[in-house]
């Protein structure tokens, strides 16, 4: 596995390499997967022009390319973008803004960026599309069904999960009475579960608001990106957290021995 992802690390980096060399950027695309949506950047618009990278959320991820394309081409022109501003022409019958992104977010979703770079002190813009009606999605009527497919890179750095802040998750309450969260479950179903250890009783589970844990522990936000099916462990509050399958039926037996 470790060997697969050194290969693949490789081939993209030769191909961010070639295509910043051949067309003055590359555009990196990576499909939605479980709750988290797609979304697609550009790599070389800022060594080539001096212009921010560019990142897009929640569209089919030929779209996004096609639009970042288009931007690249404006740039390439002697163009350039600012946040916001509203532009037209970017997409058909609707006008676009950008935001400048936190670089609290820079690690979440641009590594190949960090890596060309040689590090992660550039400027960076989201390309923020509007719903059917033309509401943007920090506007009060924006389609509530698409709240979640373009996270707002300029804020909520205290609140990465794309999730209700209200959402019910399962906590020890031990985690109240101040011992560390050390392991969490995000099942196929997509509920979460947050243990401070492996053996529990029934009575020591409580239900509170996914906030509130990650209040109670600011590291729970780096989980955002856990994917349904798996698990996170650690072995102490100030240890990195490691991800894995979860296995619910092998690791429900384990924490009830």
Known sequence: MTTDHAQHDREAEERILHDV?????????????????????????YKTFGHPEIICFGLPVKTMAG???NACDIIREGGSFVAGKPYEGLLEGYNMQFLEVN?????????????FNGNFDFPLLQFVWPDKQHHF????????DW??????????????FLEQKNLGVFVMKQAYEGMPILKVYHD????????????HQVEDVILVALEQVTKLDPTINHLF???QGYKACRQHREDDWEYAPYEASKDDEEADE
């Open 21 to 45: 060399e051949k067309y003055g950027c590359h555009i990196a695309m990576l499909e939605a997967e479980d709750h988290l949506p797609s979304f697609a950047y550009t790599i070389g618009l």
């Open 67 to 69: 639009l970042l394309n």
């Open 103 to 115: 670089k609290a977010s820079y690690r979440d979703y641009v590594g190949y960026a960090g890596w």
């Open 137 to 144: 999605p920090w506007e009060e009527n924006f389609n509530p």
């Open 147 to 160: 709240q979640f497919l373009q996270p707002l890179l300029d804020r909520n750095m205290a609140f990465k």
């Open 188 to 199: 196929e179903d997509g509920d979460w579960q947050f243990h401070t250890a492996d053996d």
């Open 225 to 227: 990106d856990l994917p």
